[in-house]
C-alpha cells in the first residue's frame, strides 16, 4: 500500500486545516485507515481511525469535537478536517492502515508526513 498525504501548512490558532491521503496498491475500500501524528521530541499520537465504509470512527480525546475524519472510497481518498487548531496541534501528521481501529493500535503502513503548524 502507498499513501500520500497532504495538505498541511502554517496556519493561525483557532484557524482549520484540511488533510488528505490517497492510497494505492490495494483495494482502498478493504481496509480501516487512520492518522496519528508526531511532535519533535514527543512519542507518536493516535490521533483518528476510519471504518471501510466509514460507518465506525475513533478520536483521540485531545482532538475529539474538533477534527473530523472521513474517507472516500471512489476516490481512494481519505480527509482529516481539522477545526480550532491549537499551537500543541503542531506535528508531522501521518496517514496509516492500522491493525486496529481502536486505540491502543498499531500500524501497517504510513505515508511521508505532512507538516501542521499552528501560530498562538
Known amino acids: 500500500v502507498q499513501l500520500v498525504e497532504s495538505g498541511g501548512g502554517l496556519v493561525q490558532a483557532g484557524g482549520s486545516l484540511r488533510l488528505s491521503c490517497v492510497a494505492s496498491?490495494?483495494?482502498?475500500?478493504?481496509?480501516?485507515m487512520g492518522w496519528f501524528r508526531q511532535a519533535p521530541g514527543k512519542e507518536r499520537e493516535f490521533v483518528a481511525t476510519?471504518?471501510?465504509?466509514?460507518?465506525?470512527?475513533y478520536y483521540a480525546d485531545s482532538v475529539k469535537g474538533r477534527f473530523t475524519i472521513s474517507r472516500d472510497n471512489a476516490v481512494n481518498t481519505m480527509y482529516l478536517q481539522m477545526n480550532s487548531l491549537k499551537p500543541e496541534d503542531t506535528a508531522v501528521y501521518y496517514c496509516?492502515?492500522?491493525?486496529?481501529?481502536?486505540?491502543?493500535?498499531?500500524?501497517?503502513?504510513w505515508g511521508q508526513g505532512t507538516q501542521v503548524t499552528v501560530s498562538s
Open positions: 476510519i471504518s471501510w465504509n466509514g460507518g465506525t470512527t
Open positions: 496509516v492502515v492500522p491493525n486496529r481501529l481502536r486505540p491502543p493500535t498499531t500500524y501497517n503502513y
Open positions: 496498491g490495494r483495494t482502498f475500500s478493504d481496509y480501516g
